[in-house]
């Protein structure tokens, strides 16, 4: 009994920060849409499905479309996510003329296929200085 409790204990202290995260795109706004640059505002929730608050220092992040990149933001926001809960945190993301061009190209050649998007990214938080890198 004794030997089952230590290597159940020894599983979860092997949670790595990122599989503690889950990051989704909760919501998209235009924002300015120029002729070289379009920019937008993006709402992107967090899930802390650790036991510890997460110390957010900053975050960069890309919107891939279909496959092909799209748009790229950073903050310097600093925020504190609480331990097994969540927070929404907006980001200004850029694109530029030829990333719309790519997703122009690419939904003309859907033909039919879902819609499919990846938002992936890098939060820098105190306890890791290199990031932790997230997936959906």
């Known amino acids: 009994m004794a030997a089952a409790l230590f290597m159940?204990?020894?599983?979860?202290?092997?949670?790595?920060?990122s599989d503690a995260l889950r990051v989704n795109l909760s919501g998209l706004q235009v924002l300015?849409?120029?002729?070289?640059?379009?920019?937008?505002?993006a709402d992107i929730?967090?899930?802390n499905r650790s036991w510890k608050p997460l110390?957010?220092?900053?975050?960069?992040?890309?919107?891939?479309l279909n496959g092909k990149k799209f748009?790229?933001?950073?903050?310097?926001?600093?925020?504190?996510?609480?331990a097994l809960s969540d927070a929404v945190l907006s980001v200004n993301l850029t694109g530029t003329l030829f990333g719309l061009i790519r997703q122009m190209q690419a939904f003309q050649n859907m033909e039919g296929k879902p819609f499919r998007y990846a938002f992936s990214g890098v939060l820098y938080t105190k306890n890791s200085p290199f990031g932790v890198t997230t997936h959906p």
Do not use: P
């Not at 110390?55 to 891939?64: A, K, P, Q, R």
């Not at 748009?71 to 609480?82: C, Q």
């Open 8 to 17: 159940l204990s020894a599983c979860a202290g092997l949670m790595t920060d």
């Open 32 to 41: 300015e849409v120029r002729l070289l640059e379009q920019r937008f505002l």
């Open 45 to 47: 929730r967090i899930q």
């Open 55 to 64: 110390d957010v220092e900053g975050f960069s992040f890309d919107l891939d």
């Open 71 to 82: 748009v790229s933001g950073v903050s310097n926001r600093h925020v504190t996510i609480e």
